[in-house]
């Protein structure tokens, strides 16, 4: 058996090492998957994605508490709602909005459908937030709703409750944005953007 011994020098071939690039860490969120009535005193917090694949519901005397960055996606053409019999309290910031979206929506939360990019949200996709007249307390400032209206008035619905809506985002219903009924809302600096219809309707009897 000969060993052949390569020279050195310029005529010498010399074989790089493989240069590897780093990965952009994945950040993996935690999904939690809500239908029915919730307890009271639920909590969803920032940095995890809270799922609805049927109705959910908040019931009289109950609080649902929404920290600013949460993110509530909706499993589309299910005909979705979240009714607030009870109170919500979602308060997000500048930086952190809350945001209730469809399932299909990849821009916050990450895939939660995973299926990359094999389907886009729409209008429509799922149906609304309803406050009913039971309800105590609702106060949303600073969150979006995206892709809601479908088969409802509006993606945001005021059945006589008391509400509080500061400087939100109400986007791509394919309906009104906010409906108002027998109700007198406190709204400020909110913003309704590329819905199917106007930025909201109320009856005769809301002020």
Do not use: C
């Amino acid at each position: 058996m000969r060993f052949v011994r390569q020279a050195s020098g310029k005529s010498a071939r010399q074989r790089s090492a493989p240069v590897l690039e780093s990965l952009e860490p994945r950040i993996l969120l935690s999904t939690n998957v809500w239908s029915g009535a919730i307890p009271d005193g639920t909590v969803w917090r920032s940095g995890d994605v809270q799922l609805l694949v049927g109705d959910v519901v908040v019931a009289a005397g109950a609080r649902l508490t929404i920290e600013a960055g949460a993110v509530i996606k909706v499993r589309p053409f299910a005909g979705i709602d979240l009714v607030v019999d009870g109170a919500l309290v979602a308060r997000g910031d500048p930086d952190q909005p809350i945001v209730f979206t469809s399932e299909r929506d990849d821009t916050v939360g990450g895939d939660t459908n995973n299926d990359s990019a094999g389907t886009a949200p729409g209008r429509g996709d799922w149906s609304s937030i309803e406050l009913t007249a039971t309800s105590s307390t609702n106060a949303l400032d600073h969150v979006e709703i995206r892709y809601a209206g479908g088969g409802r008035a509006a993606a945001l619905i005021d059945s006589g409750a008391p509400l509080t809506l500061t400087n939100s985002l109400v986007q791509a219903s394919s309906s009104a944005g906010l409906r108002i009924l027998t109700a007198n809302p406190l709204l400020t600096g909110n913003t309704f953007r590329d819905n199917g219809g106007p930025a909201l309707t109320m009856d005769l009897a809301s002020d």
